[in-house]
């Protein structure tokens, strides 16, 4: 193993050091030391950090298929929307009778709008194990309807990514209807219980943030497994070398699909542990501006690293926590700027710097007479 891999491999293990760190020490420090302690972290930190994890599992989603296919999806967002509606879909159908129009069987929004029985698509959420199904089914049916359509009939490049960007758009424009049943602009919101735990009580707070960090890890070693399987590689040399990869012999189009598919399922999971920990669901999640920034994301990170896509997720959001606070008509100038300074100076992103910090430096030759 060379110094570069080396350097790699320390910072992935850093990378999964610090995730573990922060999915056992922040939901213990927010339930065990007092509130004036300065261990404490509060239940609005412990929900925010737990939002930044979601952020980057979705940020490790796009990194798989843009990193290592090659594919520049910028609809990303739709499919971490459809998750986050199915979980939302379930927490509703838990408010039961305390609603605001008591109804046991429709959410208000419907009672609201006159809906006089529960949508057929509605049924089976108010099971938790049918819901968790459908947070990774409802991305990955329509990854795959889509991915079939699309590498099949060999569409590339920037025409496959103006499609993504517009079937998340053509998504937002439906969830904005009332008539879908999906609580229209309001979205789904006002949610009580989770297995029937109150989801306001620091102790679920505290029991999603761990959730999340767990399924970041798992995601994150999944992840690399694939990468450093057979599979792995050969979606890698679609990357470089398409055409000679289907030249010798090889289903192109169903390596990408699968890569694509799986891709959407991760960020149907970052979804439907968004929605809990934020409390509201609504169609602008699927805004393609969500989607652009994750894009920015991964790349300030570092693109085909994995890790960098983490970082480069939760560095951004934390920059977009504080800047937003202090000066929120800049944001969108420093987002802007921050992907233009990538582009331009480091096009490799954050993994790029500490990569090049790793390699050893060229030795100087010593002028003739003095020693080295």
């Known amino acids: 193993m060379n110094l570069q891999n080396l350097t790699q491999d320390k910072t992935y293990a850093t990378t999964l050091t610090t995730l573990a760190a922060i999915t ?21 930190s412990v929900s925010l950090i737990g ?18 296919a090659g594919i520049l999806v910028l609809g990303q967002g739709a499919f971490f929307a459809l998750g986050g509606y199915a979980m939302g879909m379930y927490l509703m159908r838990q408010i039961g009778t305390r609603g605001v129009y008591g109804n046991a069987e429709l959410p208000d929004f419907m009672v609201f709008l006159n809906w006089t029985e529960l949508p057929w698509y509605w049924y089976g959420f108010g099971n938790f ?17 889509f991915g079939w359509l699309a590498f099949r009939s060999r569409v590339t490049g920037v025409y496959l990514s103006i499609i993504t960007q517009a079937l998340t ?18 979205g789904l919101t006002d949610f009580k219980d989770i297995l029937g735990f109150n989801i306001q009580s620091e102790g679920v707070r505290s029991a999603l943030l761990f959730c999340t960090g767990l399924s970041l890890i798992g995601a994150l070693l999944l992840c690399r497994w694939i990468v450093n399987s057979k599979l792995g590689r050969v979606v890698t040399a679609i990357r470089d070398q398409e055409s000679r990869v289907r030249f010798l ?12 598919v799986f891709a959407a399922m991760l960020a149907g999971l970052a979804g439907a542990l968004y929605v809990p920990q934020v409390g509201i669901i609504n169609p602008s999640e699927f805004s393609p501006l969500n989607s652009l920034e994750i894009v920015i994301w991964v790349a300030v990170g570092g693109r085909g690293s994995l890790y960098g896509a983490i970082i480069g997720a939760v560095l951004v959001n934390y920059a977009k926590t504080v800047l937003t ?3 929120p008509d800049a944001w969108l100038f420093c987002l802007g700027g921050a992907f233009i300074l990538v582009t331009l100076l480091m096009p490799d992103g954050i993994v790029g710097l500490l990569r090049r910090r790793g390699k050893p430096k060229p030795l100087v030759a010593s002028p003739a007479g003095e020693p080295a």
């Open 249 to 260: 012999g090889y289903r192109v189009e169903l390596f990408k699909l699968w890569v694509f």
């Open 169 to 186: 758009y053509a998504l937002l424009l439906a969830f904005f209807r009332n008539e879908m049943g999906f609580g229209g602009n309001n």
């Open 24 to 44: 056992l020490l922040i939901p213990l420090c927010n339930l065990i030391f007092p509130e004036d302690s300065a261990l404490h972290f509060s239940a609005y």
């Open 325 to 327: 606070g202090l000066m």
């Open 129 to 145: 194990g049918f819901a968790m199904l459908m947070v990774l089914l409802a991305p990955g049916i329509l990854a795959f309807v």
């Open 51 to 68: 939002k930044y994890l979601t952020f980057a599992l979705l940020g490790l989603s796009l990194d798989m298929v843009w990193g290592y």
